[in-house]
């Protein structure tokens, strides 16, 4: 009886380790994806970000011309 208990008590804890494991797999791979997006998403607002001040820079330089 002891034998079996402690034979179950083994295969349930390594099944619950291994559920954990994959479970934080998961969710570290869900972040990961999460991070990847926000840091894609910035990139993007910094190039537009950038764009528009050169536009806005010629956009000032063609009026101070017009105004001359």
């Known amino acids: 009886m002891m034998d079996?208990?402690?034979v179950m008590l083994m295969f349930c804890?390594?099944?619950i380790v291994v559920v954990v494991i994959r479970f934080i797999e998961k969710?570290?791979?869900k972040n990961i994806k999460k991070r990847d997006k926000i840091r894609r998403?910035?990139?993007d607002q910094s190039k537009k970000r950038e764009g528009n001040e050169e536009r806005?820079?010629?956009l000032c330089q063609n009026r101070w011309m017009e105004k001359k």
């Open 4 to 6: 079996e208990t402690v």
């Open 41 to 43: 998403e910035r990139k």
């Open 56 to 58: 806005g820079k010629e």
């Open 13 to 15: 804890s390594r099944y």
């Open 27 to 29: 969710r570290r791979r």
